[in-house]
């Protein structure tokens, strides 16, 4: 049973700073894996989708990375801004069937000014 | 972009009472939605893939009795919470998509049983 866990729970920076949001997951056979952002009590946005065979994405100030053997996947948002304050998630697809997603519990970033 | 629509956004209820979600693809036909259950600080949960015009796919420990899924039209699915507990409460989310590789996520419906 695939399982993603994503560190640290929680992450307070000064606006500015660059940082990296870290997701594992259990089976290395996904589909493909995406970083979305929830805002309080709001739906999800898309981020960035990496496909199995790709190792990056790149929108803007963020840039995924995935290292599908290990298992694990990284999140860099450069020069955070207040407006980057959220939660961020990881989820991956497992092969076959891309729609079914498995979720981590995901990052709360809190960027002050 | 596609959007994908829920209504209510927030609903309170008595203990006992049924409560139906909905869920819609604003400007796309939907074979398929997925329906997720987010309780405080945990993961979003798959509960249930709904399919147009038959039965839905409960996810293990997902009760099929007491979450009524309906996917009557290409647009529209909806998840029936029935004799809604405390328990139940949680932030219910649907997606859909036009390609594999494409989820859209509705803005969600928080459901609070009193």
């Known amino acids: 049973k695939q399982e993603v866990t994503q560190i640290p729970a929680a992450l307070s920076v000064p606006e500015g700073e660059n940082l990296v949001l870290n997701c594992s997951f259990t089976?290395?056979?996904?589909?493909?894996l995406q970083w979305f952002r929830q805002d309080p009590g709001k739906g999800l946005t898309s981020l960035l989708l990496?496909?199995?065979?790709?190792r990056e994405q790149t929108s803007g100030r963020l840039n995924a990375s995935l290292d599908k053997s290990s298992g694990r996947s990284t999140l860099y948002i450069a020069a955070s801004q207040p407006g980057d304050s959220a939660t961020y998630l990881c989820?991956?697809?497992?092969?076959?069937?891309?729609?079914?997603?498995?979720f981590g519990k995901g990052t709360k970033l809190t960027v002050n000014p | 972009g596609a959007v994908v629509s829920q209504h209510p956004s927030w609903v309170i209820c008595k203990s006992g009472t049924s409560v139906k979600i909905e869920c819609r693809s604003l400007?796309?036909?939907?074979?398929?939605m997925f329906w997720y259950r987010q309780f405080p600080k945990q993961s979003l949960m798959l509960m249930a893939t709904?399919?147009?015009?038959?039965?839905?796919?409960?996810e293990q420990g997902v009760e099929k009795d007491k979450f009524l899924i309906n996917h009557a039209s290409l647009t529209l699915s909806t998840l029936t919470v029935t004799s809604a507990h405390p328990e139940d409460s949680s932030f219910y989310i649907c997606?859909?998509?036009?390609?594999?590789?494409?989820?859209?996520f509705g803005p969600g419906t928080r459901l609070t049983v009193l």
């Open positions: 997606s859909s998509g036009r390609a594999p590789d494409t989820q859209y």
């Open positions: 990496i496909q199995s065979s790709q």
């Open positions: 089976d290395s056979a996904i589909y493909n």
């Open positions: 989820a991956v697809a497992t092969q076959g069937g891309s729609e079914k997603l498995v």
């Open positions: 400007d796309f036909q939907a074979t398929t």
């Open positions: 709904s399919n147009e015009g038959s039965k839905a796919t409960y």
